[in-house]
């Protein structure tokens, strides 16, 4: 099993950034697939990146690709989501999850974080 704890949401103007944080702690973190998700009130969660055990495989949703970029630090057990220029529509719960595949379907994923609220103002 691994836990997964995210961080570096906060409330920020459009056109700002943020980098969210994703620390695994558990078994084998470097083994598995991550991937970045967010849900907005009265939505279904949806994908936003993903990243394969290597960093070798790196996936983008439309809506954020050349914004949003997802790296690894395996020794850290850590995976980033480093956001620009945010737009409002980006306001949502944002999750990472662990899985053994890099997938843009949330049931490909079987551990989650708890989720960080990123609020971006217009």
């Known amino acids: 099993q691994v836990q997964l704890v995210e961080s570096g949401g906060e409330l920020v103007q459009a056109g700002g950034s943020l980098r969210l944080s994703c620390a695994a702690s558990?078994?084998?973190?470097?083994?598995?697939?991550m991937g970045w998700f967010r849900q907005a009130p009265g939505k279904e969660r949806d994908y936003v990146a993903a990243i394969s055990w290597n960093s070798g495989s790196i996936l983008y949703a439309d809506s954020v690709k050349g914004r949003f970029t997802i790296s690894r630090d395996n020794a850290k057990n850590t995976v980033y989501l480093q956001m620009n220029s945010l737009k409002p529509e980006d306001t949502a719960v944002y999750y990472c999850?662990?899985?053994?595949?890099?997938?843009?379907?949330?049931?490909?994923?079987?551990?989650w974080g708890q989720g960080t609220q990123v609020t971006v103002s217009s």
């Open positions: 558990g078994h084998a973190f470097s083994s598995y697939a």
């Open positions: 999850a662990a899985g053994w595949v890099v997938r843009t379907s949330a049931t490909r994923y079987d551990y």
